[in-house]
């Protein structure tokens, strides 16, 4: 395991704990951005509900791992949602979503790590967000 994948599983350790601020912290160190890091990125972006970064970011997550179904497959679940409910139609805003927005998208979007997906975890109130 390279330093680098070593800081990518911390950083999801702390998204999943809901410690954003550390986890950014710790995705700001990495260099090198590959995939993997634009979709930690992305979930953290998504934690925070900042949908359109989120999608940005697994767009690159995308556009440098073309091959990956695990992020093709969140990145359609997360534009659906997105487009369901117009959190798409300005690029430029943070969309803010109250707990029942995430739980709805909780039972679409599942951006999973660390062996527990946050999706069942905020829907038995473990995390208050993705």
Partial sequence: MTESDKLLANAERLINKNKLDEA????????????????????????????????????????????????????????????????FTNPYSKRQMGNSDLKGVCAEVCIGGGGVCCCEAILQGICDGL
């Fill in 24 to 87: 950014q912290s710790v995705l700001d160190t990495v260099i090198g951005r590959d995939g993997r890091w634009h979709f930690i990125q992305s979930k953290l972006f998504f934690k925070r509900n900042w949908l359109n970064e989120c999608r940005k970011h697994l767009e690159s997550a995308i556009e440098l791992e073309p091959d990956n179904e695990e992020y093709r497959k969140v990145y359609d679940k997360v534009i659906s949602y997105g487009q369901s409910d117009g959190a």
